[in-house]
């Protein structure tokens, strides 16, 4: 089975921001169930994020990358937990 990196195999993104403040949102938000927008873009980040890191590999056959992303996607949207 092919093994999803771990968030410390993934190099931290860096944003553009506008100047603004990160500012903690409200209770009931998407933002608040992560604490932050920031917190929303680690978890992302992290998880269904990683996926995308294949593309950049250039190591991997374009289809085996394909594949792989495939797959990733797949394990993601039927785990359970």
């Known amino acids: 089975m092919i093994q999803m990196p771990t968030s410390a195999a993934i190099p ?14 409200r209770r009931g938000s998407l933002y608040g169930a992560f604490g932050s927008e920031e917190g929303l873009f680690e978890h992302y980040i992290a998880g269904p994020g990683a996926v995308s890191e294949l593309v950049g590999d250039l190591t991997l056959d374009p289809l085996d990358a394909l594949g792989q992303m495939l797959q990733w996607t797949i394990a993601m949207q039927s785990d359970p937990a």
């Open 12 to 25: 931290k993104a860096k944003r553009a921001t506008s100047g603004r403040r990160s500012t903690p949102r």
